[in-house]
């Protein structure tokens, strides 16, 4: 059974105003795969209707709004992510925003790797048979792939760029 994992800012609901591209493509994607799972990021603003096949997940978004940032960042997977990328740019060390920005994506990469273990037993998913197709190219992005460097390496992802992440 194939499964597609749609990692979005907020659809269905109206906080990333995703709704605009994502309606029409939702559609396909629902007829190229056997499941579809929408995972939002954030759950707020007007709730869109969606195909009834649909499955809505929204624990990550309801994690994002109990636990603190800063306990992922303690953790071996971020602080290996982060001497990776400082050894490859160490100038990242004399600015303090960029450190702190750098902190903040390693931290939340962090926790959606965590996440991640508990998403496959919860709906009971072979990650062999999942896509991941994250709508930002954002720290969502770098714990899926954290994930699989770690845990399993089977999954694949496709990632959207937009605007800043290609310039």
Not at 106 to 113: D, H, I, K
Request: charged share 20%; proline share 4%.
């Amino acid at each position: 059974m194939s499964t597609l994992i749609l990692v979005t800012g907020s659809y269905p609901y109206s906080e990333a105003a995703e709704q605009t591209f994502l309606n029409q493509e939702v559609g396909y994607l629902i007829s190229a795969f056997d499941r579809v799972i929408i995972v939002p990021r954030s759950c707020k603003g007007e709730k869109y209707p969606t195909p009834q096949s649909i499955i809505l997940d929204e624990t990550f978004a309801r994690l994002t709004q109990k636990t603190k940032l800063h306990r992922y960042l303690a953790s071996p997977d971020a602080l290996t992510l982060l001497a990776k990328e400082l050894i490859q740019k160490p100038a990242i060390l004399l600015s303090a925003a960029m450190f702190k920005r750098l902190g903040g994506h390693v931290a939340s990469a962090a926790r959606v790797r965590e996440w991640l273990l508990r998403f496959f037993q919860r709906h009971e998913l072979d990650p062999s048979n999942c896509i991941f197709y994250t709508y930002w190219f954002d720290y969502f992005t770098t714990g899926i792939g954290l994930f699989k460097t770690v845990n399993d390496d089977s999954i694949r992802l496709v990632t959207r760029a937009h605007g800043a992440d290609l310039f």
